[in-house]
């Protein structure tokens, strides 16, 4: 073996080793060299057995590792191990040396060189030096490891950066954790590959990455290949004020954006869905044009086209988030008082039902709500009637009895229709899992039965319309009772026959399975029996029902229009109904907060005869503004303008007609054979 092998076997560099007139020899001494040669391969074979024992150790520490935060520690306590694996290999290769020194005292010089050079070296392996563990410091004041208490490292670092983990409004935090939006959960498509597979949903279908454009990212919509090209239409939103950290934001409209807005009120009131179409092709992305055309397109059983029109809308309102807007946080507000505002309640609110008719419950859960915590005081769009169905449709049973909870005490969620029946299927469903114990079980079907038989108590009107939609038919003596008789559908107030309609029409299906109408028999006849017992509950309740429900607020109104459900719908009092309703903007709010308002068109009405008018109208320079008007007679005046428009379209109409007509001359009979096309 080569010299230059023997000092990478010691590990000495080259040009770093000591000159000494030991090493330099003259001539062959084969017996030397013999004996250097065998004592660097034993130094050889013991660093590659000491090597691959410690190899052995990580990898059989690396599979005993069962929690991700042992492995927080593991590069201390593996240099550690290594520090003192080494340690131990000195101390036996000094003794050993020690031992060999007094047993060979007339050892040459150069081989006691060679032994203090591997001391040194240690066998070729270096030392790790040991990190420096950060101290922790508990509350008590006690130094504590990092590896011992990891939640404790991670509240000391939120309260050095200013932050703590509680809230201090309680109100806030409360929502927060009923209210929790989840931003992978507001994607359909999430949900879609849960039920179907990766494969069924995208297909064989690859990005193309030739002359491909890029867009703005978000979390509700993304921009499709299909939609105009996006730019910026005029929307921008501020914020108004920040309290308790809950931040008020507010859309605004630029001037070019209030011009196109004028456009489409007058395309409105033209009653002609092509002057909107119109509107859009001037600004492709305006939001109420959005949301029009979208329920003609769903008149028109064109749901494809009214889906990508509202996703083009909430796309054109996430591109105008202010920055501290956040979708998931349930701090933001808006208020639906301005008009500017309530187109995003509106285009959420038909996203949402889009969702849900497309068979993703939970992820319409998500904008329901999105749509709740923007303004969970007031709900304007009274969301409180539609998350319990989304909830059940989506299994979310806890999350339902955890938002009854939290909500019961100041928001009286029992004295609704839908939260009686709703929380007592809810327990129903959990006493059928099978993951969990008997006694479990046996808790939430009691629970069940005892809120099924109250809720059917305090509203008796729901189980006649309920069975009817089911098709189910009752039995004589249900049918034949006074309690659950047609007086109970017929004698209750338009408040609660307008809330059980709404219940009935929208939850129907969750009725139907034969478990379920098995435990609803079961429970009806136990109501029935307590009825006939006179049960104080069952007087307390019918108090109860005279006293309230009389009259139902705006907001309960507003949602029976956008759910629009048959049964609902024919319940809503006459002065809903009377009233003009535009799609776009259902029910305003009496108060609402005008930020701009369209300009007055001054219609020329005058006072003259309508047959000076006539033969005004003949002459070229005719212009109907230009006729004195007089103020004196302020009826005469309005009688003659309404007779004056009157004309002028009996005028537009004879003009056309005059310019469409075409005199045709008859065929003569005297050359039946001449060419037809001859004169034309």
């Not at 796309?315 to 920055?323: D, K, L």
């Not at 776009?584 to 005058?606: C, I, M, N």
Request: charged letters at 30%.
């Amino acid at each position: 073996m080569s010299s230059r092998a023997l000092r990478r076997l010691r590990g000495k560099l080259r040009g770093q080793e000591a000159l000494d007139g030991g090493d330099l020899t003259f001539g062959d001494v084969p017996e030397e060299q013999a004996a250097g040669e065998d004592e660097q391969q034993d130094t050889a074979k013991t660093f590659s057995q000491s090597k691959t024992s410690r190899k052995a150790k990580k990898d059989r520490a690396k599979k005993d590792v069962t929690n991700i935060y042992e492995l927080i520690g593991d590069a201390d306590n593996e240099g550690e191990k290594i520090s003192s694996d080494d340690e131990r290999e000195n101390l036996d290769v000094n003794k050993a040396s020690a031992l060999e020194n007094n047993n060979r005292d007339g050892e040459k010089p150069d081989q006691k060189q060679d032994d203090a050079t591997q001391k040194k070296c240690g066998h070729g392996v270096k030392k790790k030096k040991k990190k420096k563990k950060t101290k922790v410091i508990s509350e008590n004041g006690e130094e504590v490891a990092p590896d011992d208490n990891f939640d404790l490292l991670l509240e000391n670092l939120n309260k050095s950066n200013g932050l703590s983990l509680q809230s201090e409004d309680c109100g806030v935090s409360e929502r927060k954790s009923a209210l929790h939006v989840e931003h992978r959960n507001l994607n359909p498509e999430m949900e879609l590959k849960r039920y179907f597979g990766v494969r069924a949903i995208q297909g064989d279908q690859r990005p193309r990455q030739r002359n491909r454009q890029f867009y703005r990212s978000t979390w509700m919509t993304s921009h499709k290949d299909s939609w105009p090209r996006y730019s910026r239409p005029g929307i921008s939103m501020t914020l108004v004020q920040s309290k308790d950290g809950v931040q008020c934001f507010t859309f605004e409209h630029n001037r070019d954006y209030q011009q196109v807005q004028f456009k489409f009120l007058d395309a409105v009131k033209s009653m002609d869905p092509n002057n909107i179409v119109a509107v859009l092709r001037l600004s492709p992305y305006h939001i109420d044009s959005l949301l029009q055309l979208s329920d003609v397109g769903r008149m028109q059983e064109d749901q494809e086209m009214a889906r990508d029109l509202i996703e083009m809308a909430l796309y054109n309102f996430e591109c105008s988030f202010h920055p501290l807007f956040s979708l998931t946080s349930g701090t933001s507000r808006l208020d639906y008082l301005r008009p500017e505002n309530r187109a995003f309640y509106l285009a959420l609110f038909k996203h949402m039902m889009f969702l849900e008719k497309r068979g993703c419950p939970r992820t319409a859960l998500e904008y329901c709500k999105l749509i709740l915590s923007l303004e969970p005081d007031s709900d304007p769009l009274c969301m409180l009637l539609l998350i319990d169905f989304l909830m059940l449709r989506a299994r979310e049973y806890q999350p339902l009895l955890q938002l009854y909870q939290e909500w019961e005490e100041h928001r009286n969620l029992s004295q609704l229709p839908n939260f009686a029946f709703s929380t007592a299927l809810c327990h129903f469903h959990l006493s059928q899992q099978d993951d969990i114990g008997t006694e479990e079980s046996d808790k939430h079907r009691r629970k069940a039965d005892q809120m099924l038989q109250n809720a059917l108590i305090m509203f008796p009107g729901v189980l006649m319309p309920l069975l009817d939609l089911c098709t189910v038919q009752p039995d004589a003596s249900v049918t034949k009772h006074d309690f659950f008789g047609p007086k109970s559908h017929i004698g209750q107030p338009p408040a609660l026959a307008e809330l059980t309609a709404l219940y009935v029409g929208r939850t129907c299906n969750l009725w139907k399975e034969a478990a379920v109408m098995l435990w609803l028999e079961e429970s009806v006849k136990e109501v029935l029996r307590r009825v006939d017992a006179k049960d104080p509950l069952v007087e307390d309740c019918r108090n109860k029902r005279k006293q309230r429900y009389q009259s139902a607020p705006r907001n309960i109104h507003r949602h029976v229009l956008l759910s629009e459900i048959k049964e609902a719908i024919a319940s809503l009092p006459f002065e809903v109904t009377s009233q003009p309703l535009m799609s776009f903007d259902p029910l305003p709010p009496l108060d609402s907060v005008v930020s701009y308002v369209q300009p007055e068109r001054h219609d020329g009405a005058t006072s003259e005869s309508t047959l000076s008018l006539f033969f005004r109208s003949l002459l070229p320079n005719f212009n109907l503004q230009d006729g004195p008007m007089q103020e004196e007679d302020m009826e005469v005046a309005r009688a003659g303008q309404e007779l004056n428009q009157e004309v002028n379209r009996l005028m537009v109409a004879m003009r056309d007609m005059l310019a469409n007509i075409r005199f045709q001359e008859p065929p003569r009979e005297d050359n039946p054979y001449r060419d037809e096309e001859e004169w034309d």
